[in-house]
Each structure stands twice: as structure tokens, then as C-alpha cells.
């Protein structure tokens, strides 16, 4: 006898629009680098950090730092804010959030 499939309660599928966006997040994220410079603006503060004080730290050339910072922006994970010659960068509200989920279902399988 043959039982009924019964699959545990899930989430309503993404919008196509918010699975690109996710996709290109994690694309953005899929270079050592770029997690380890998410890494220290996620952990910055709300003023951010200057990219002054991201190449020293991280062995990263600063031209380096800057094209993998324009990624970061691209994607939509960090802010950039001009003060005179310095950028800072910061997390920008609830990127990091929005992969949260799936990174918590991924943990939940492995």
C-alpha cells in the first residue's frame, strides 16, 4: 500500500525579481576576498570603515580593494558614503538578512 507524500511546510517560492538579486549576492560573495572584506564592513559599526583601513589589514593592494568593493556595491551588500577625499563603506541595511534564510536551511541539511 502506497502512502500519501507529505512534505513539512515551506515558504512560498521567491519572486523571480528577489532570487536574482540573492543570486548576484552570492555571486558577489563567491571570492575569499570580498567575503573577508563583507567580513570587516559587517563588522564596522553603522559609521563604516574607510578603504584606507582595508588594505593593510587584509594584504589586499588598494586598487584591489576598490574593484572588489565596487562589486560588494553592485550587488547591493555594502554602501558607499564620500567624506572629502576618504569613502567609507558600510553593510547595507538587511542585505546580510536576506541570505540568512537560506543559509540557515543550508546548515540545517549539512
Given at each position: 500500500m502506497e502512502t500519501a507524500c507529505r512534505t513539512a511546510p515551506m515558504d512560498p517560492p521567491l519572486p523571480d525579481d528577489r532570487a536574482q538579486g540573492i543570486a548576484l549576492a552570492f555571486k558577489a560573495l563567491s571570492d575569499p576576498n570580498r567575503v573577508k572584506l563583507m567580513h570587516r564592513i559587517?563588522?564596522?559599526g553603522e559609521g563604516g570603515v574607510?578603504?584606507?583601513d582595508l588594505t593593510s589589514p587584509l594584504g589586499i593592494s588598494q586598487p584591489s580593494v576598490s574593484y572588489h568593493l565596487?562589486?560588494?556595491?553592485d550587488a547591493g551588500l555594502v554602501d558607499r558614503r564620500q567624506?572629502?577625499?576618504f569613502a567609507f563603506y558600510s553593510a547595507?541595511?538587511?542585505a546580510v538578512a536576506d541570505l540568512s534564510p537560506l543559509l540557515g536551511a543550508a546548515s540545517a541539511v549539512a
Open positions: 559587517a563588522s564596522s574607510c578603504v584606507c565596487r562589486v560588494l556595491r567624506e572629502g577625499t547595507r541595511a538587511g
